[in-house]
């Protein structure tokens, strides 16, 4: 069975930085595309970030374009989230998400983490 289990989140301060991680198993990870996901409490889950398998190419939401950085270890079966100059409205619950998707910014991703949850304070 497919496993994604992310880690690395907590409170942090406004301005501050946070890595996330997401270690998979179970799947052929160097050939999927991974994506980050996050749910704000009474929200829609709502498109991060993803990463191809390769070449890597990356995507990012609008709303964190220039202050987030996705990237993936195919050796390791682990992808990262470093969150730079987060906001309080960065608060939510992020999710590793695993498949072979061609619109990565659809929640229709075959395999989900738990979530790990990033309070932001202000």
């Known amino acids: 069975q497919v496993q994604l289990v992310e880690s690395g989140g907590g409170l942090v301060q406004a301005g501050g930085s946070l890595q996330l991680s997401c270690a998979a198993s179970?799947?052929?990870?160097?050939?999927?595309?991974m994506g980050w996901f996050r749910q704000a409490p009474g929200k829609a889950r709502e498109f991060v970030a993803a990463i191809r398998p390769s070449p890597a190419f990356t995507y990012y939401a609008d709303s964190v374009k220039g202050r987030f950085i996705v990237s993936r270890d195919n050796a390791k079966n682990t992808v990262s989230l470093q969150m730079n100059s987060l906001k309080p409205e960065d608060t939510a619950v992020y999710l590793c998400?695993?498949?072979?998707?061609?619109?990565?910014?659809?929640?229709?991703?075959?395999?989900w983490g738990q979530g790990t949850q990033v309070p932001v304070s202000s």
């Open positions: 179970r799947l052929t990870f160097s050939s999927i595309t």
């Open positions: 998400a695993a498949g072979p998707v061609s619109r990565v910014y659809y929640i229709t991703y075959t395999y």
